[in-house]
């Protein structure tokens, strides 16, 4: 790591009051689906588990999360994490800003994604009992950081619903929304 001349200080100070910034898993940081991609894997290498599946999500989305990645270990190096946003996570990470993982994938995957990457200080992920998608999502952000004391990025209508702060959106199609609406949008 190199040292920081004087110049680069006050910049890293101001970065570091910066608020947390959430970052999606599904669709933002990976340009897949990490539930689809951990139930295929499961179907093909236990096809049987294809009966199980509708009693596993008569108890629950969550539940259904649970027992697939009870099954399935999935290897996080070879994700297709999208190649314009975890360079861009990173920067914020290494400038000193909190990186917090937010998704609805389970806790299991999400904390091995967070320390295959190394560049979030915290993960909110769904686990038994709690699936972490659209508004759980946003009122367990809101309970932790406050209605505007985060920022975020994602891919869900959700993050525009519920977040008031500044938006970066990856999905395009979103984009002019939220431009409308007077956020400030990545890149």
């Known amino acids: 790591?190199?040292?920081?001349?004087?110049?680069?200080?006050?910049?890293?100070?101001?970065?570091?009051?910066?608020?947390?910034?959430?970052?999606?898993?599904?669709?933002t940081?990976?340009?897949?689906?990490?539930?689809?991609?951990?139930?295929?894997?499961?179907?093909?290498r236990q096809p049987w588990t294809l009966f199980l599946l509708p009693w596993w999500l008569l108890r629950g989305k969550a539940h259904l999360k649970h027992e697939i990645a009870r099954r399935v270990e999935v290897d996080v190096s070879l994700l297709?994490?999208?190649?314009?946003?975890?360079?861009?996570?990173?920067?914020?990470?290494?400038?000193?800003?909190?990186?917090?993982?937010?998704?609805?994938?389970?806790?299991?995957?999400?904390q091995a994604i967070a320390a295959h990457l190394g560049c979030f200080d915290a993960v909110e992920a769904s686990r038994p009992g709690r699936n972490l998608e659209g508004r759980h999502k946003a009122a367990a952000l809101v309970a932790r950081y406050g209605a505007?004391?985060?920022?975020?990025?994602?891919?869900?209508?959700?993050?525009?619903?519920?977040?008031?702060?500044?938006?970066?959106?990856?999905?395009?199609?979103?984009?002019y929304a939220i431009a409308i609406a007077g956020w400030r949008v990545w890149p």
């Open 1 to 27: 790591m190199r040292a920081q001349n004087q110049d680069e200080m006050p910049a890293l100070q101001e970065r570091r009051s910066d608020p947390p910034l959430c970052v999606d898993l599904d669709g």
């Open 80 to 110: 297709p994490y999208h190649p314009q946003v975890l360079p861009w996570v990173r920067e914020e990470h290494q400038a000193g800003r909190q990186v917090v993982l937010a998704t609805a994938s389970h806790e299991r995957y999400a």
């Open 148 to 175: 505007q004391g985060f920022d975020c990025a994602g891919n869900s209508r959700i993050w525009v619903i519920t977040h008031r702060g500044q938006m970066h959106d990856v999905r395009w199609s979103l984009r």
């Open 29 to 44: 940081l990976l340009k897949s689906d990490l539930l689809v991609e951990s139930l295929l894997l499961m179907l093909k």
